[in-house]
């Protein structure tokens, strides 16, 4: 074979060649411009959106958050009583409270008066006696006169059939007060009892 025909033979090899790689160029310039109806084409590859729904209920509203136009519910106020203050001193001579305790079998007649300055007079059998309270002492006496329970003790409360208890007559803040302690008066049994520590014992 003399070089001649092998240069033709490769021409051909080439011209070949080129034409298909023409052709394969074209149909795909052709297949990216426009589709058979002469329309832009759409695009091979899908979009695939995927979305996830849960099974779980939704989560209940918290208890806290109440609609803005909605009030809390106001809470209810729990009645306290009054606390007791010692009743006010007016002067030295002033009597702040005097209790007199009569009847029993012997038929006592005992008497325990408290004055403003602070002094403790008794009477026992026609004896009398002074003391002095101290600071505490004093201010627990005015405290306990001062304890609104007293303002509801009734002014008489003696059992007409038992003759044989003590009857104790109490005169304080202008009232006063009956009793043989046959009746439930903690506030009156506190006083009488702290009055009745100052009597002499026999």
């Not at 411009?33 to 759409?42: L, Q, T």
């Not at 007791?84 to 001579?93: E, I, L, W, Y």
């Not at 627990?140 to 006169?145: N, S």
């Amino acid at each position: 074979m003399t070089h001649g025909d092998i240069a033709r033979r490769e021409t051909k090899v080439l011209t070949r060649s080129s034409v298909m790689v023409c052709a394969a160029a074209a149909l795909a310039l052709a297949g990216c411009s426009s589709g058979d109806d002469g329309k832009a084409a759409e695009p091979t590859d899908e979009t695939v959106v995927t979305a996830t729904v849960s099974d779980a209920p939704p989560s209940p509203a918290s208890p806290s958050s109440a609609p803005s136009g909605a009030s809390a519910s106001p809470s209810a106020s729990v009645p306290t009583s009054a606390s007791p203050t010692p009743v006010p001193v007016t002067g030295p001579d002033q009597k702040l409270v005097t209790m007199t305790v009569s009847g029993g079998f012997a038929g006592v007649n005992r008497e325990v008066i408290l004055r403003g300055d602070g002094t403790v007079r008794t009477t026992d059998s026609g004896e009398s006696a002074v003391r002095r309270t101290t600071t505490a002492q004093f201010t627990t006496l005015r405290t306990l006169l001062g304890d609104p329970a007293l303002a509801d003790v009734p002014a008489f409360a003696i059992d007409m059939g038992s003759a044989d208890k003590f009857q104790y007559t109490l005169q304080f803040d202008g009232r006063t007060v009956m009793t043989d302690r046959s009746t439930d008066e903690p506030a009156l049994d506190r006083l009488i009892g702290a009055l009745e520590k100052w009597l002499p014992t026999n």
